[in-house]
């Protein structure tokens, strides 16, 4: 059961005010009134009216003084215009200050309620669209605690339970048993990685990370991400092979994130590499940005693909069924090179491979140096510097 | 350790629960449980413990952080130390952007993520009593 609009009518004739209240009898409305500007706005205050409409000639506080409070006070609020021939263009400098319609005098009675009924759906749809807005935000917001907690509390349950059979059982387990349940926890641990994964893409405001950079050395970042893809490299038969053009500046940025991004490309690079071929790794000083190149002679990406190869979601079809992902490494490694002010591009030839090239902006010397204290353990590699 | 260390842990879950408490008592721990953050502070109120494992996600929320805060300011339990052991590593992470995935909740803490590796947790428990143990004597 809808509760029924309110409207205030702010005029100083009285005969105005009555016959509104008069006309608007019937409609389901509650109504109040008020005789000048100063009155109104103390009942908008207290009537918390839906729509409110405002003489604009009034002695004291003019109409339109009344409509920019009230919109201040709530822009959700649907104020109206009442004016006479004469003012025609006021009525328009109002609604340029927030009114919404205007009702020109003398009006009749089915005028009037028109207007009114128009006002009414405007405050519903204003209402409705800000209820919205902030239920989006809301679950955006929770996203994080809900999936967490409702989605990774269970497996991660079932895990520690799995850890625990697997340490009680050892003494009694064949080695066939044994492999099962390293294979169950290894499906967990795959399905806990994923939820992760959407929680990073989905809630995490990734602009936050540029609160904590700082110098990071580029040598040190492709380092760290190609020791992460190693192991799977190895399985796979992939050799990766670095060429880092020296000497390299470092960039402004967050280590963690930059190896997460990279980490990505050089993982993708070897899930669609052939076994027993090799992915190169490079990194170079062009025109005041660090360019890191990654690139592999696999399957490649037909070309229809690829411009949506860095969206949410995007897995590649070439790739064999048991690559599996979450398809949203791409995506966020494009926000994590976004955040840094860099971007990330693609080639590819389906069946010869493909090269992915990341940009991020160099730190000039004297920008590398300020900071240098804090910095320099971290680049005792780099002896010369950007050029 | 000369005496067998008591344990509290503080989870809503009843089979993560199960799964680590059996660990800790294959180690010789005595390991007592509350399923709720209530009963958790009324307990660690009545009994002394040397440890205590602290959920974060309970009930309608972060309630554990909030138990958290009310050991920190009690004079009696301050000093114990505390093992958070939580899901939710990701947005505590993001909450102290650029620092070690540490929420700096109680002066004596340490975070692990569910779920645990037996060893890890084993580690981590013993190294916590282990230092506090330390922080006793220097202080007699």
Redesign the interface.
């Given at each position: 059961m809808e509760s029924p609009s309110k409207i205030l009518i702010i005029d100083d004739e009285e005969v105005v005010l009555d016959s509104c209240t008069l006309i608007l009898e019937g409609e389901g409305c509650t109504m109040a009134t008020a005789t000048n500007g100063v009155l109104g706005l103390k009942q908008v205050e207290e009537f918390h009216p839906d729509l409110v409409f405002v003489d604009l000639k009034m002695p004291g506080m003019s109409g339109m003084e009344v409509i920019q409070h009230v919109h201040a006070y709530d822009p959700s609020i649907v104020s109206i215009v009442i004016t006479g021939y004469a003012t025609l263009s006021s009525a328009v400098e109002a609604m340029q200050k927030g009114a919404y319609d205007f009702v020109p005098k003398p009006f009749t009675p089915e005028e009037f309620r028109l207007v009114t009924r128009r006002g009414v759906e405007r405050r519903k749809l204003v209402l409705e669209a800000a209820a919205l807005r902030r239920e989006r935000e809301v679950l955006r917001e929770n996203f994080?605690?809900i999936v967490?907690?409702e989605l990774?509390?269970?497996?991660?349950?079932?895990?520690?339970?799995l850890?625990?059979l697997t340490?009680?059982l050892s003494a009694v387990l064949t080695e066939d048993q044994k492999t099962r349940l390293d294979r169950l926890k290894s499906r967990i641990d795959d399905l806990?990685k994923m939820i992760?994964t959407w929680?990073?893409a989905f809630?995490?405001?990734i602009q936050?990370?540029k609160?904590?950079f700082r110098p990071t050395s580029v040598p040190s970042v492709i380092t760290k991400a190609i020791e992460s893809v190693q192991p799977f490299a190895q399985r796979k038969d992939i050799e990766i092979v670095t060429a880092i053009g020296a000497p390299l500046s470092s960039v402004s940025g967050?280590e963690g994130t930059l190896v997460e991004a990279l980490v990505n490309v050089v993982g993708n690079a070897v899930k669609y590499s052939f076994a027993g071929s090799q992915v190169l790794v490079s990194a170079r000083h062009q025109d005041g940005h660090v360019m890191i190149s990654v690139s592999d002679s696999g399957a490649g990406i037909p070309r229809e693909e690829l411009p949506f190869i860095f969206g949410d979601f995007y897995r590649g079809r070439t790739g064999q069924a048991e690559e599996a992902g979450a398809g949203l490494g791409l995506a966020i490694t494009r926000r994590i090179l976004e955040a840094h002010g860099g971007t990330i591009s693609a080639e590819s030839t389906p069946g010869k491979g493909s090269t992915f090239v990341m940009t991020l902006p160099a730190l000039r010397m004297d920008e590398e140096t300020r900071p240098a204290q804090e910095a320099s353990l971290q680049r005792t590699t780099q002896v010369g510097g950007a050029t | 350790m000369n005496h067998r260390a008591k344990l509290l842990i503080i989870d809503d879950d009843p089979d993560f629960v199960d799964g680590i408490k059996s660990i800790l008592e294959s180690a010789d721990y005595q390991v007592d449980v509350a399923y709720n953050p209530k009963d958790g502070f009324d307990t660690l109120k009545t009994r002394p413990y040397d440890l205590l494992l602290l959920d974060i996600m309970m009930g309608r929320g972060a309630e554990g952080v909030m138990l958290a805060r009310k050991l920190r300011k009690d004079p009696q339990l301050r000093e114990m130390p505390v093992l958070i052991i939580t899901g939710i590593r990701e947005q505590i992470a993001f909450l102290f952007p650029g620092q070690p995935v540490h929420p700096h909740l109680l002066p004596v803490d340490e975070l692990v993520e569910k779920p645990v590796e037996p060893q890890f947790l084993l580690d981590r428990v013993s190294s916590l009593l282990q230092a506090a143990e330390k922080r006793k004597t220097a202080s007699r």
């Open positions: 994080a605690a967490s907690h990774k509390s269970p497996l991660a349950a079932t895990q520690q339970n850890f625990l340490a009680e806990l992760q929680l990073r809630t995490v405001d936050k990370i609160e904590g967050d | -």
